[in-house]
């Protein structure tokens, strides 16, 4: 009897410790989406993004559209998830073997008609629901029409940078993106075209839009109309070639007079700096205007980003340094040090004529 009673026993605090062990992981389990999404909602008390890249903190219609659907598609994942973990425990618990079983096979149930119109039925409208949903946004932002005073920009997806045209503005520049403020009482939305150079790109500003593919022969389009002014950052969410992780991007959405004086100053030719001539000569004479364009010389390649006012862009190499003299040199005379495998090739130039071409870059303003 003693014998028995212990075996027993045992049986009890073993099955007692495994429906411990299993309602501690199915805990971890439910409360894993709530830490997750509480890190993604934090942002400062003023509204202001956290990081720039927080996709539940929107600043135009697509991406508040987008992140609407996303908290509307999570609600109703949560509550099945809630419904299936109940039901799970309950189970786990009330059906757990118990010593006085001796092991038998519980009772066995063979078919009912409304649970199973219950499993098929509900799933079935849920699906349909989370359909529409998602139909509609979809339609919203897809197929929205382009209003006459939108601001156009064309998008070129290269290895490893944007270009960025404004065909109305006759304005091209790289990496950083310029667009105005837009007024509910007055909207100005930025209508965008994306192209590709050479492979597959995705442009993605989390705070702005979703991503949209620039395919290669395959022109796609995009909006937003960003209701406060800021930096939005972004980058190509297609895996691109090697850099793809450094084919950064930066949206500095401006008020309407900022955004003019932008405009005023990028139509304008590159400066004519005499202090800058030798400079100027050294990039002309050697590869660099093959690649690259600067307004009112001769250099008008189409290779590499347009240098006419490089030195109002924060950063260079598409994100990947900051916009320092000592960043710049570094950059021509090693671009691998940068960014490595980029295209952008080693000139091997003199120290006096890397000193003399840098001095030029810096008076691209």
């Known amino acids: 009897m003693a ?11 073993m099955s007692a410790r495994r429906t411990k062990s299993v309602l501690s992981r199915c805990w971890q389990i439910v409360l894993l989406p709530f830490w997750s999404t509480s890190a993604l909602w934090a942002v400062g008390t003023d509204g202001t993004p956290s990081n720039g890249t927080n996709i539940f903190s929107p600043a135009s ?10 908290i509307f598609v999570l609600v ?65 932002v897809q197929d929205a029409p382009e209003p006459s005073d939108a601001v156009e920009v064309t998008v070129i997806g290269h290895q490893y940078w944007w270009e960025f045209r404004y065909p109305k503005l006759g304005i091209v520049t ?8 837009s007024n509910p009482s007055h909207p100005t939305p930025t209508f965008v075209q994306l192209l590709s150079a050479d492979t597959d790109h995705s442009f993605w500003v989390p705070e702005l839009a979703g991503k949209t593919d620039l395919i290669p022969n395959h022109p796609n389009r995009m909006w937003v109309d960003p209701q406060r002014t800021g930096v939005f950052l972004g980058q190509c969410a297609q895996y691109c070639g090697t850099q793809h992780a450094k084919m950064l991007l930066r949206i500095s959405v401006d008020g309407p007079e900022d955004f003019a004086t932008w405009v005023r100053a990028q139509q ?10 030798a400079g100027r000569g050294v990039f002309e004479r050697n590869a660099c205007m093959n690649c690259h364009a600067v307004g009112g010389t001769p250099a008008d390649g189409r ?7 490089l030195m109002s862009r924060t950063t260079i190499a598409a994100g990947a340094a900051e916009n320092t003299r000592d960043n710049l040199r570094l950059w021509i005379q090693n671009p691998s040090a940068i960014k490595p495998s980029s ?13 003399a071409v840098v001095s030029y870059m810096e008076t691209l303003h």
């Open 76 to 140: 109703i994942t949560g509550i099945i998830f809630v419904v299936v973990f109940a039901l799970l425990s309950y189970s786990v618990v009330k059906f757990r073997m118990r010593a006085i079983d001796a092991g038998r096979e519980p009772a066995q149930v063979y078919g009912s008609t409304q649970i199973e119109l219950a499993w098929t039925i509900i799933p079935t409208l849920i699906v349909v629901v989370l359909f529409l949903a998602t139909a509609r946004v979809i339609h919203a």
């Open 268 to 277: 304008k030719p590159g400066v004519e700096d005499a202090g800058a001539i």
């Open 3 to 13: 014998r028995n009673s212990g075996v027993k026993n045992g049986r009890k605090e």
């Open 174 to 181: 790289a990496n950083e993106l310029h667009i105005p403020v």
């Open 303 to 309: 290779f590499g980003p347009d240098l006419t006012h």
């Open 343 to 355: 295209l952008m090739p080693s000139m091997k130039l003199s120290d006096t004529d890397l000193d």
């Open 61 to 70: 219609t697509p991406a508040k559209s987008i992140a609407d659907l996303s």
